[in-house]
Nanobody, 119 residues
Framework: QVQLAESGGGLVQAGGSLRLSCAAS????????MGWFRQAPGKEREFVAR????????YYAESVQGRFTISRDNAKNTVYLQMNSLKPEDTDVYYC????????????WGQGTQVTVSS
C-alpha cells in the first residue's frame, strides 16, 4: 500500500559523503516511522537508523552514530540519510523501510540503492 524508492547511492572515496533519499508514494497519510537498513550479499540485513513520524526521536546503530544523520520531510513524503566520514565498511545496499504505528516490524521496503566506498 506504500511504495518506497531509494536514490542517491553511488561510489565515493573513504572520508567522503553521500545523501540518500527515500521517496514514499501511495498511502502516505499514516504516521509511519521510517528506517534505513543496509545489507551486503550473503549477510543479514543490518539496522542503520530510525526516525519517528514527528522527528522527535532518532536512533542509530553504534557503527554509524556520529557519522550518519537521518531526517525526514513529511510534506515531501521523503526521508533522508546523510552519510559523512564514509568508510569502506559502509559499502552495502541501503534500504528504506516504513514502520506502521503499533507494529514493531517494518511493513514496507524499497528496492535499495548501492553505496560503495573505496579505500
Amino acid at each position: 500500500q506504500v511504495q518506497l524508492a531509494e536514490s542517491g547511492g553511488g561510489l565515493v572515496q573513504a572520508g567522503g559523503s553521500l545523501r540518500l533519499s527515500c521517496a514514499a508514494s501511495g498511502r502516505t497519510f499514516s504516521r509511519y516511522a521510517m528506517g534505513w537498513f543496509r545489507q551486503a550479499p550473503g549477510k543479514e540485513r543490518e539496522f542503520v537508523a530510525r526516525i519517528t513520524w514527528s522527528s522527535s526521536s532518532t536512533y542509530y546503530a553504534e557503527s554509524v552514530q556520529g557519522r550518519f544523520t537521518i531526517s525526514r520531510d513529511n510534506a515531501k513524503n521523503t526521508v533522508y540519510l546523510q552519510m559523512n566520514s564514509l568508510k569502506p565498511e559502509d559499502t552495502d545496499v541501503y534500504y528504506c523501510a516504513a514502520q506502521e504505528p503499533g507494529n514493531s516490524l517494518y511493513s514496507y521496503w524499497g528496492q535499495g540503492t548501492q553505496v560503495t566506498v573505496s579505500s
